[in-house]
């Protein structure tokens, strides 16, 4: 009896984890743009759904298999956020933080516009490669090898954003750029250039997030709504800018929501906002981040 509860509870525990991480691939962007670049951008789930049906396109559509279609699936995100970096979201930079709410949440609009009209409003499905189904034997437990390989690929994701921001010299950049950018300028640093790629690469792990995600996030036009909330739960507890405080963050409310969900099914769903809300009480700037 004890032994079943003990398995039982493991195997709730692995999926918490599986799903702190796709919430981590799709927050970390958001933290980044937020948190070091200082803009409020309310459509960045949107990216995350950009990526899933990219994917499933390329899949369902073109017939490339899951793995090209992931990959360019993220490379076309890019694509679209750099383009939208230089078009949109340059005008954003200059607004009040008012300002880039409205505007960013319009543009979730109409990304969820463009999704219903290209793949209508029904849930869309990613297939999964057979060599990625069925569990696998660790000890004397059955792990599902999908989300067994999500958690593989969200942490080795979450190591090299860190090792990029902290350990090179496009990281010093960045953060010299983010603290004066007219200085950064005067020694050569292209802010413009630096601004665009960072909001692009944060976009494409959002893309990435929505791709390998869909059957935690299922896909659907109102993905950029219905997910934004979690999102940025994850950013304000994490702490802006913070990747270990995403990566933290991500992980405690993907277990939390997943056991309040599995042992309190008729009100699980509330329990990751009464431990937002205390997390936030203790610490209002979230684990690791720095008062303004």
């Known amino acids: ?33 937020m948190g070091v670049m200082r803009v409020v951008n309310l459509a960045h789930c949107g990216f995350a759904m950009i990526g899933g049906y990219l994917t499933y396109a390329l899949i369902a559509v073109a017939g490339l298999p899951f793995a090209a ?26 607004q ?26 029904s849930i869309q499905n ?15 437990f059955g792990l599902p090898v999908y989300r067994l390989f ?10 090299a954003i860190w090792l990029a921001l902290e350990k090179t010299e496009a990281g010093a950049k960045l953060r010299a750029a983010v603290d004066n950018a007219r200085m950064a300028g005067c020694i050569g640093i292209n802010v413009k250039a630096m601004f665009a790629v960072t909001f692009a690469i944060g976009c494409g792990f959002a893309g990435l997030g929505g791709a390998l995600g869909s059957d935690i996030f299922p896909l659907e036009p109102f993905y950029a709504l219905h997910y934004l909330v979690l999102v940025l739960i994850v950013v304000s507890v994490g702490g802006l800018g913070s990747i270990k405080g995403t990566l933290l ?18 009100g699980g769903g509330i329990v990751i906002y ?6 936030l009480l203790i610490r209002p700037h979230g684990l690791f981040g720095r008062p303004a």
Do not use: H, K
């Not at 963050?249 to 008729?266: E, F, I, N, Q, W």
């Open 249 to 266: 963050a991500s992980l405690l409310l993907g277990m939390v929501d997943t056991l309040g969900r599995y042992y309190l099914p008729s």
């Open 96 to 121: 009040s933080e008012l300002g880039q709410v409205l505007m960013t949440i319009g543009l979730t609009f109409v990304m969820i516009a463009s999704a219903n009209a290209f793949f209508g409003s």
């Open 69 to 94: 279609a992931v990959p360019l699936a993220v490379l076309g995100t890019m694509a679209i956020g750099a383009v939208l970096e230089r078009t949109v979201y340059s005008w954003v930079y200059a």
């Open 150 to 159: 999500l958690i593989v690929v969200s942490a080795a994701c979450g190591v």
């Open 274 to 279: 009464l431990a937002t809300l205390m997390l």
């Open 126 to 140: 990613i297939p999964v490669p057979g060599a990625l189904r069925g569990t696998t034997q660790i000890g004397s």
């Open 1 to 33: 009896m004890i032994a079943s509860m003990f398995a039982s509870l493991l195997t709730v525990l692995f999926d918490g984890v599986a799903f702190g991480m796709i919430l981590f691939l799709i927050s970390v962007g958001l933290s980044i743009t």
